[in-house]
């Protein structure tokens, strides 16, 4: 495949956090974009300055149904990932990864598409083996408030794989671990949108537990290079990759760096940390550096705080 040429490209879930960056990434290239999405977690607002471009098309549809289009390549995004949203209606998040796979893979099987997945650390669950590589199978709780997630996308990826073995089809898969950055919504109830909100609204910051659990936090520019250079890999690289930012940092500490770098009066309080939380996260990415022409998280941690703190600041 020309690398170079102008491309059609799916991008499902492209509404949300991610998916609007990724979006905006790939027009810049000079790709035509289409974006998928049932506005379940994702925003117009996301999105709105990219209505204007001729290349960019918007479409409502929720990925759970068939849908037909031509294209060459799928980033397949659509699932909401906060735990607050996937576990709101458990039954449809599993349905978004599981039947949302199967008519992606359909349409990149009619297609001849390239399709990609964005799969999760969480098929780690609460991992035994750490920094996590791609060749451990993971600690899940099969029925506990996070499988709908976490086994809707364990599910996706053998269905990637299977599509793959058994139909041809033309698959790669990333792992990706907590990202952060501009267009979290604040209600999104993910540790860094939550505890930004709580500062510079001077509220409470939460805690849950007691902040001793820790997790690995990459920005999403970095992310969206990885996913972009995974996309148009050689057709033999398939993945699982896992791709993040391996600097690990407890959640306590995380609370200490938003209140500092934003000033803020709030207080941190300890509620209780919910059920099957994962202790540790941390990605070892040495097989993303090795297949990715040497990529590696550039942003470090304040840098991308500081961002996403402006971010918040301007909105509020
Ligand atoms: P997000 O909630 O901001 O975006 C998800 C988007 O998918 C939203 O625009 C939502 O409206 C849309 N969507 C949900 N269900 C849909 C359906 N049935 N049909 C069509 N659209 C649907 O979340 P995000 O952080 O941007 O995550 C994007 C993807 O990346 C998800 O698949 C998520 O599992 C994965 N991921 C994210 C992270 C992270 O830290 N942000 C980590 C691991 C994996
Ligand atoms: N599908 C789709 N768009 C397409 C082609 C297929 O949404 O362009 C859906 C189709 O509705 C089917 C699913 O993808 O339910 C899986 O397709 P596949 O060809 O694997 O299975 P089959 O149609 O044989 O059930
Ligand atoms: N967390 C917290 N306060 C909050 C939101 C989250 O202490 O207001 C904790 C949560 O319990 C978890 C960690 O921060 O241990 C990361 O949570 P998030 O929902 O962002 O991501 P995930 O658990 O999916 O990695």
Known sequence: MNTNRRKK?????????????????????????????????????????????????????????????????IYNLACPASPVHYQHNAIK??????????????LAKRTNARILQASTSEVYGDPFIH??????????NPIGPRSCYDEGKRCAES??????????????????????????????????????????????????????????FQFVDDLIDAMILMMNTDPSVLGPINIGNPIEYTIKELAQ???????????????EKPIDDPNQRQPNISTATKTLNGWKPKVELNEGLEKTIAYFKERQ
């Open 257 to 271: 760096k938003i209140v500092d770098l934003t000033h803020s009066k709030s207080k941190i309080i300890y509620l």
């Open 9 to 73: 490209i799916l991008v499902t879930g492209g509404a949300g956090f991610i998916g609007s960056h990724l979006c905006e990434k790939l027009l810049n290239q000079g790709h035509e974009v289409t974006c998928l999405d049932n506005f379940f977690t994702g925003t117009k607002d996301n999105i709105i300055h990219l209505l204007d471009n001729p290349y960019f098309e918007l479409v409502r549809h929720d990925i759970t149904m068939p849908f037909y289009i031509e294209v060459d390549q």
């Open 131 to 140: 920094p996590q590589t791609e060749d451990y199978w993971g600690n899940v």
């Open 93 to 106: 998040t599993i349905k978004t990864s599981v039947m949302g796979a199967i008519n992606m893979l359909g």
């Open 159 to 216: 269905l990637f794989m299977n599509y793959h073995i058994q139909n041809d089809v033309d698959i790669k898969i990333i792992r990706i671990f907590n990202t952060y950055g501009p267009k979290m919504q604040p209600n999104d109830g993910r540790v860094i949108s939550n505890f930004i909100f709580q500062a510079v609204e001077n509220k409470d910051i939460t805690i849950y537990g007691d902040g001793s659990q820790s997790r690995s």
